[in-house]
């Protein structure tokens, strides 16, 4: 089994270009189902959610490439609309394909999906989606089988902002006669983004980035080349990384608004932070103060994505911080493996409150999920000695060889078995 050797100590320097955003990616990909023809998408970063949702798409009868950063994807006459429970427990996007699917066949039988165990995530907001679209839908020996023979607009009123519900129903929608509007829609940068593809592709759809989205039917999509927006979750990782080793990085191709709320923070720990168009410069102090109080919120909140790595950067920072994780429950699962190398942080429900240390100390830790492990990456930046993290499957699924990245950065570390 191969692990992550990181020998601490050392400041982050460089700079790096941006890749494409898996949460932007993965639903582009589902939806280049509803498409005639061959689809191109660029700067596409090669890690294992992408594999796997590709060879979903495969499984259901697509031609798919992924050469040199692009991927190449067509549906065929013979396309199948059943996604078999050995795939889709290998990805919790495989749900994306539902409505993509059900737009293009208007059926669909899907195995429930799997992904990082970070609490519950029900696909009920989905599936009530779907039926206010006039969708059939039972459950039968763990599959959900979908009738849309039937489908036309709706409205659907989300009682929560989800963002995979909101990009399912757009997508379902696209291709169902009539009108479906969408309340309390989520507004995270990667719904513009779908919202984006969809109408280079023929569709029409307004009102992506507020909580209100109107899509009207049409009859069939074209496909297209498109480039997904930058991932700011690997890209604000980075940044926490600089910010704690007290180095200094450029990251190249990234909006910084759809970071603006990690900015804001970082900014209060004396980081000094330069935006000029899609370039962020973030030049750290020697040791940062502490963010007095993160809360994790939909988008344009502080994102539950970098929850685990801002908490890493506070256990060596000045001060104490309180963090509240408002959108997972199993979210915390890193704290036992950061606690493990020295870190003081006590918990209470979804509370936690972390008192800075003066360093911490390598040891061997395990990643539970994508984001608690690339935070173990980071609490290893600045350890003493040696941390050897175990379980790097959870970190493929987002990061493009993390050890590649941070090594560009100046980092002393190494892939070993």
Known sequence: MEKLYIEGGEKMYGEMDMYAAKNALLPLLACSIMADGKSTFKNCPNIEDVKNMLL??????????????????????????????????????????????LGRYKKVKIAYPG?????????????????????????????????????????????????????NIMMAATLSKGTTIIKNAAREPEIIDLQNYINKMGGNVRGAGRSYIVIEGVK?????????????????TYMLGCAMTGGEIQI????????????????????????????????????????????????????TDLQAQVMTMMTVSKGVAIIEENMFEMRFRHISELIKMGADITVSGK???VS?????????????DLR??????????????????????????????????????????????
């Not at 994807?73 to 609309?81: L, V």
């Not at 979908?146 to 989800?162: A, E, L």
């Not at 935070?375 to 987002?398: F, K, M, N, Q």
């Open 252 to 303: 190249n191709n990234v909006n910084f608004e759809h970071i603006y709320s990690l900015i804001a923070k970082l900014r209060e720990t004396t980081c000094k932070i330069h935006v000029k168009g899609d370039k962020i410069v973030i030049k750290a102090p020697k040791q940062p103060l502490a963010m007095k109080y993160i809360k994790t919120s939909p988008y344009p909140g502080f994102p």
């Open 351 to 353: 509370t936690a409150v």
């Open 115 to 167: 992904g990082c165990d970070i609490g519950l995530r029900p696909i009920n907001l989905h599936i009530e989606g779907l039926k206010a679209l006039n969708v059939k839908i039972h459950e039968e020996a763990g599959y959900i089988i979908c009738d849309g023979s039937n489908m036309k607009g709706g409205i659907v009123n989300f009682d929560v902002p989800s963002v995979g519900a909101t990009e």
């Open 356 to 368: 800075g240390v003066k360093k911490l100390q390598g040891a061997g830790v395990t990643a539970y």
């Open 56 to 101: 979903i798409m495969e499984s259901l009868g697509c031609t798919c490439n992924f050469e040199n950063g692009s991927i190449y994807s067509e549906p065929t006459a013979e396309s199948s609309c059943l996604i078999e429970e050995d795939l889709a427990k290998t990805l919790r996007s495989s749900i994306f394909l539902m409505g993509s699917i």
């Open 220 to 236: 069939k999509l074209r496909s297209c080349e498109y480039t997904p927006i930058a991932d700011r979750i690997v890209a604000g």
């Open 372 to 417: 608690g492990g690339s935070a173990l990456c980071l609490a290893g930046l600045v350890a003493e000695g040696t941390t050897v993290i175990s379980d790097l499957w959870h970190i493929d699924r987002g990061y493009e060889s993390i050890e590649n990245e941070l090594a560009n950065f100046g980092v002393k570390i190494q892939r070993k078995r």
